[in-house]
């Protein structure tokens, strides 16, 4: 046996375990069974791990009242009901999704909407559905809320989204805090509090929160309590301004997602129990030194709850040894998806821990990458690992921490098929999500004349 052999349990499914045998199986299900019933590739989560990091967060952050579900991380109506089950709310981020979670059930008035540009359609839902909040990105949008509000006879609560102008330490397009980028209105420039102030004179809204979101894939847990002091600075501001009926339904700081999770066996997830108490800790105290009362802490995890519930189970196809210079051959490992099912390492370099899941792996060791089956020389899913060099032809091998950011972000590139979600659970595995079809493909056609 040698590490290759390990399965991380900090990295993989809760539930994922290597058998005497080297195949590893997920809440007592083989994988090699899901792959003969399913085929590849095929996304595998585990509702018992999913559903325990629900809990774990409504514990930490004192109730699941306070934990939004980040559903752009993950979204079926499975996962909606599993949310709605373990008593937590959840935050969409479109229509689509508003719609995916009404229609497994999902409580509206549990449900907070965000967006910077949300189209009419989705307002307009939001009131008719009566949803319970939503996070307002900018000017336009308030005065439309506002109309469309009045319109249907509807007092709307909302929170203002504060950029709070912090540099979250992780990648520029998953960093959301800093000044120079879409999300939110400037706490620095004033914007802020003019939105503020515009939200609570507005006759059908009602101004019940701030909401801030430092990044997505933090590990700074500094990051989220400075954020949380400069936007208590707002609420300040706002107890000098506002009369006392406003002020009294001002009441939530809503920090938003971005807890860190380990993809790769060396690095340590975020400790969100640490950093709630830290958090809510700070909260009290600076509110206390600004002499207003707390507001109530919300946070909106995604990827935390399901990054690490599930793993992407592949195929491996063709092996081919490249000779890179003359003291440098890397060989390239293939598997059956790719880009297609997962587009974070293309999009922004993510590192991922893959192992083979069918057998023990005996060979030497050799530098390996793993590829996609896409054409796209980008098309890379592990750029560099050891592997043992007995990795071949019709082996399972499958990738941890997939499930947030990767079925929602797929696409059908080459016209691969979306693969299926499986779930598994208590030793049986259970269809979540079917896997495409050309059918599917070709019914979006118009094949008429025009
Ligand atoms: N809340 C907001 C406003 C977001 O933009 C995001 C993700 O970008 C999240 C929550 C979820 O973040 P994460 O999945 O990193 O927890």
Sequence with gaps: MNDFNSIPSHVWPRNAVRQDDGVVTIAGVPLPEIADTYGTPCYVIDEDDFRSRCRDMAEAFGGGENVHYASKALLTATVARWV???????????????????????????????????????????ISEKVGSVVLDNAGELELLD?????????????????????????????????????????????????ARAA?????????????????????????????????GLFRQLHDELPADELAQLSVLDLGGGYGIAYTEDEEPLNVRAVAADV???????????????????????????????????????????????????????????????????????????????????????????????????????????????????????IAATGAYCYVMSSRYNAFLRPPIVSVRGGQAKLMVRRETVEDILALENTGEH
């Design 84 to 126: 709605d089950e373990e008593g937590l709310c959840m935050d969409v981020a479109s229509l689509g999704e508003l719609q995916i979670a009404l229609a497994a059930g999902f409580p509206a008035e549990r449900i907070t909407a965000h967006g910077n540009n949300k189209s009419v359609a989705f307002l307009r839902a939001i």
């Design 280 to 398: 809510i800790g700070r909260v009290a105290e600076v509110a206390d030194q600004l002499g207003i009362p707390a507001p109530s802490v919300k946070v909106e995890p995604g990827r935390a709850i399901a990054g690490p519930a599930a793993v992407t189970l592949y195929e491996v196809g063709s092996v081919k040894d490249v000779h890179v210079d003359e003291d440098t051959t890397r060989r390239y490992v293939a598997v059956d998806g790719g880009m297609s099912d997962n587009i974070r390492p293309a999009l922004y370099g993510a590192a991922y821990d893959g192992r083979l899941v069918s057998r023990f792996a005996e060979g030497e060791y050799t530098t390996t990458r793993i590829v996609g089956a896409h054409c796209e020389s980008g098309d890379i899913l592990i750029p560099e690992a050891s592997y043992p060099n007995d990795l071949g032809r019709g082996d399972l091998f499958a």
């Design 147 to 195: 109309e469309l509000s009045a319109a249907s006879e509807h007092i709307q609560d909302v929170l203002i989204r504060v950029k709070p102008g912090i540099e979250a330490h992780t990648h520029e397009f998953i960093a959301t805090a800093h000044e120079d980028q879409k999300f939110g209105f400037s706490l620095a420039s004033g914007s802020a509090m003019e939105a």
């Design 200 to 232: 609570a004179r507005a006759e059908n809204l009602r101004l019940v929160g701030l909401h801030c979101h430092v990044g997505s894939q933090v590990f700074d847990a500094e990051g989220f309590s400075v954020a949380a002091e400069r936007v208590l």
